[in-house]
């Protein structure tokens, strides 16, 4: 069965410093792949996704990730925090079956 | 702007109530969701809908039944609400033909259940 897992419950880092939130799934076919961000008291909205093509995606707010099939790893990164990221950030597969999974969540704190 | 809205943001409700939380969209999508959140187990599905008075049982039914009489609305129910259905509730929409299935969230209610 399909499966995402997110390393670390819990973030921090200063701000200004690299950002680095890692999500591995779990499926013999590669299916797509979202990061969304929840602020609190809202719903979840996409930061980017890949679907085919280019590995490396660039989303909003200066996010990136990068999709390696051969380490089944969609892992995000930003290159400086801001205060403003401050939220829980999800992974998620949808795959040929047109099924989501979610991971469980990675709360960042950014430190300033 | 594309839209998912959810019509309670947060409510109280007395165990054994009934509860009804809804949901309606404004994307013309087939496919509705609702999910429960709760720390450290990240979002579980409850139930979705492929289709109008269709609906399928997720990870976690028990407890809850929903409805879909039109294809913009989504209503998830409790018929008798108890303290550990306190949680965070989100709706989701999404169309998964033609696209890449990106999924759509309302605001999300929060639920407490005295």
């Known amino acids: 069965a399909q499966s995402v897992t997110q390393l670390g419950s819990h973030v921090s880092v200063s701000e200004g410093a690299l950002v680095l939130l890692r999500c591995n799934y779990s499926s013999s076919v590669p299916p797509y792949l979202f990061w969304y961000v929840q602020y609190p008291n809202q719903g979840l909205q996409l930061l980017l996704k890949y679907t085919t093509g280019a590995t490396l995606v660039k989303g909003i707010n200066g996010f990136e990730a990068e999709f390696k099939k051969s380490e089944t790893s969609f892992h995000l990164t930003k290159p400086s925090a801001h205060m403003s990221d401050a939220a829980e950030y999800f992974c998620a597969a949808l795959n040929t079956g047109n099924q989501f999974y979610f991971g469980t969540g990675t709360s960042l704190t950014v430190i300033p | 702007d594309v839209k998912v809205t959810q019509s309670s943001r947060y409510l109280v409700k007395r165990t054994g109530e009934k509860v009804f939380l809804e949901c309606v969209q404004d994307m013309d999508h087939e496919n509705m969701f609702w999910y429960r959140q709760d720390p450290g187990l990240g979002l579980r599905l409850i139930y979705f809908?492929?289709?109008?008075?269709?609906?399928e049982k997720g990870d976690i039914p028990e407890g809850y039944s929903v409805s879909r009489e039109k294809k913009e609305r989504f209503s998830l129910i409790l018929e008798s609400a108890s303290t550990n259905q306190t949680s965070m509730y989100l709706c989701?929409?999404?169309?998964?033909?033609?696209?890449?299935?990106?999924?759509?969230f309302g605001e999300g209610s929060r639920l407490t259940v005295l």
């Open positions: 989701a929409s999404t169309s998964l033909s033609g696209n890449t299935g990106e999924l759509f």
């Open positions: 809908s492929y289709d109008v008075k269709m609906k």
